[in-house]
């Protein structure tokens, strides 16, 4: 998290106020016969979260067949690579957005983990069968420069790579236009560098990422929520640590799930209250955002997750 805003004074969040791994394991139970299909564990960095490959067990416990996956800095992924596989993890997603030293420190906001710490994440998750994907969010003026290197690495070692349009969630970003290099832009380049690129037919409506084919092999991705939104195919909702449900990223403000767990909500009780906050939802903000029309305050990443 941005250390300016997150400083060693910052009032973080009382442990009683965050939901415990039973709680989420409700949740998640109350919402397998609604059609619940994947599970996302998400951040802030939740490899920090004690215990997390318990959570995971705990997850998998409820269905054989759901789709659980983690997305991760990588910074201590090494280390957890093994216990998460053996918890029923299926797969990882790898936030990296630069191999050039200089530039990841600057992006990451950090000097002391190095890009190949992350690459040594992302090679011993491979080793234990999990499925891995890179995240990289392109800042125009930053790390453009490295579309190319990451994606020769993504193709060499046969792992999907997705490009990021970078976002303006949250306040703290300092998120401008005029940062923003488009998907068709980064292929512009990529079509430069390695050829044409091959649209790939989405399997579902609702996924985010648009996928291309490489020429020589390799899958690259595109989210395009700025120049291309996808309000009207999201299928996405949020359970924040302090479990408010959040029926889209760029939400201001969430329906608070804690307090009915905690007043002793059955399963079937938690599973309407959600299913009716879900019919009910009328984000549009990516489509909206054209008409300057947003609201004045948007919740952070690192609260809501991404």
């Known amino acids: 998290m941005p250390r300016e805003h997150f400083g060693p004074d910052h009032a973080f969040l009382a442990q009683s106020e965050i939901l415990q791994f039973e709680e989420i394991t409700l949740i998640v139970n109350s919402l397998l016969e609604q059609g619940l299909q994947k599970i996302r564990i998400t951040g802030g960095e939740p490899l920090i979260r004690r215990d997390i490959t318990k959570l995971i067990e705990m ?48 992006m990451a906001d950090t000097e002391h983990i190095e890009p190949e710490d ?36 993504a193709i060499n070692t046969k792992t999907e790579l997705r490009f990021i349009e970078f976002m303006d969630v949250g306040n703290t970003n300092e998120w401008n236009l005029a940062n923003v290099m488009t998907g068709e832009e980064i292929r512009t380049r990529l079509h430069e560098k390695f050829g044409a690129l ?8 609702s996924d985010v990422a648009r996928l291309y084919s ?40 969430g329906h608070d ?35 300057n029309v947003k609201p004045t305050s948007k919740v952070e990443m690192s609260f809501i997750g991404g």
């Open 59 to 106: 997850l998998r416990s409820l269905s054989p067949t759901i789709d659980i996956a983690l997305t991760t800095n990588g910074a201590l992924l090494s280390q957890f690579a093994q216990a998460l596989a053996e918890a029923g993890l299926n797969r990882v997603t790898v936030s990296l957005d630069a191999l050039d030293q200089s530039i990841f420190h600057l």
């Open 118 to 153: 992350i690459l040594s994440g992302i090679q011993a998750a491979k080793a234990v069968g999990l499925k891995v994907k890179i995240n990289t969010v392109i800042q125009k003026g930053t790390n453009q420069d490295q579309i190319v290197p990451l994606t020769e690495y």
């Open 198 to 205: 091959q649209a790939i037919q989405p399997t579902q409506k």
């Open 214 to 253: 490489v020429a020589g092999g390799g899958t690259i991705g595109f989210i395009e929520s700025i120049s291309n939104p996808f309000c009207g195919d999201c299928s996405r909702a949020r359970i924040s640590a302090n479990g408010h449900f959040y029926t889209c990223l760029f939400s201001n403000q």
């Open 257 to 291: 799930i804690k307090s009915l767990i905690r007043m002793g909500a059955t399963r079937e009780e938690i599973a309407d209250a959600i299913q009716s906050i879900w019919a009910g939802r009328t984000d549009r903000y990516s489509d909206e955002r054209r008409k």
